[in-house]
């Protein structure tokens, strides 16, 4: 028996989010695959999916067929020697209510692949986590990695500001931003405490922020020492910024809280196009006129609600 290359090809990334982040989530999903979906997403790319914080999990694919037992028949294959693994059902699927599969049919599922695949079953804690997922009338078998919320990590800051963004908002802006962070430099020039700056951070993503305000640049830069990451934050208004970058991120400073005019509104957009070539804005009020005006074509956009009763929206808007 040939020892199976555990490499996938195709990926298999299971989806959940709540009602009113809908907009938010499927603008990601645009972005970062060409595609949307309310649950499950099928593609050649292989993203990390803790980057998002809408994907559960993801299926690398080792196997498909039109039956259970046409995955049992091929599972023998794979030969761990001393890793241990376990097989899980995975439960977000896109199953109608009427084909849905109870928790004991669910249990004999992972059991009858267990069973052969050549390799020591442990159920807590092992090496690897094979997952089985039926999908637009095929199942799909593979090794399932589970998203883990780095986001959640980063909601207690030492610096907080009431108007942030949330850092499930930020981290979705910079998949949103930057889908493919292979060299692309980022600007965040309007960056306030630091919200998307420690988010894209942790993906590892090469970003600079930059506030006009010296004390909430004091409080992004405790931010980011705080969670043990590094980045530039500087203090300087975006007209004199002189540096060109790939990408910028604006949350758009908004009227109630910051004394900023419909010109210096204007401005900060004028100034995004001199030094970004892709700019996503995100902002409170309708600012598509001063978009335009400012020589950008709108590709894309959603609106991200703040609550299931969505009394408060951002509009996240994709130019170039």
């Known amino acids: 028996m040939t020892k199976l290359n555990l490499q996938a090809s195709e990926y298999l ?15 990601e999903q645009r972005v970062l695959f060409g595609e949307e979906s309310d649950n499950l997403v099928k593609s050649a790319l292989n993203i990390e999916p803790s980057r998002s914080p809408f994907i559960k999990g993801k299926l690398s694919i080792l196997f498909s067929g039109k039956s259970i037992q046409a995955i049992v028949e091929k599972v023998d294959q794979i030969e761990l020697r001393d890793q241990t693994f376990k097989v899980l059902f995975v439960k977000i699927n896109d199953l109608f209510t009427e084909q849905k599969i109870e ?21 807590k804690n092992p090496d690897i986590l094979f997952g089985i997922v039926p999908y637009k009338g095929r199942w799909y078998f593979g090794i399932y990695k589970e998203s883990e919320p780095v986001w959640l990590h980063h909601l207690k800051k030492p610096e907080e500001y009431s108007t942030a963004i949330s850092t499930r908002l930020a981290r979705a ?38 506030d006009r305000n ?23 208004d ?41 700019v996503v804005i995100i902002t409170i009020e309708d600012m598509d006129e001063m978009i335009v005006m400012a020589g950008f074509t709108i590709v894309d956009r959603c609106v991200a609600n703040k609550g299931k009763k969505a009394l408060f929206s951002r509009q996240v808007i994709v130019c170039e």
């Open 103 to 123: 928790f004991a049919e669910q249990r004999m599922i992972e059991s009858e692949i267990g069973w052969n695949i050549i390799g020591k079953a442990k159920m």
């Open 214 to 236: 010296p004390l909430v640049v004091k409080g992004a830069r405790k931010n980011i020492n705080y969670f043990n990451y590094v980045g530039i934050v500087e203090v300087k």
């Open 13 to 27: 990334y299971t989806y959940t989010h709540a009602l009113e982040e809908s907009s938010l989530c499927a603008l």
């Open 238 to 278: 975006i007209v004199d910024e002189e540096g060109h970058y790939d990408v910028a991120i604006i949350d758009m400073p908004y009227n109630l809280y910051s004394k900023v005019t419909p010109e210096e509104q204007y401005s900060i957009i004028k100034h995004a196009k001199r030094i970004a070539d892709r």
């Open 173 to 210: 802006i910079v998949n949103i931003a930057v889908p493919d962070p292979s060299g692309v430099r980022v600007i965040d020039p309007c960056c306030g405490i630091g919200t998307v700056l420690v988010e894209a951070l942790s993906m590892g993503i090469q970003i600079v922020g930059s």
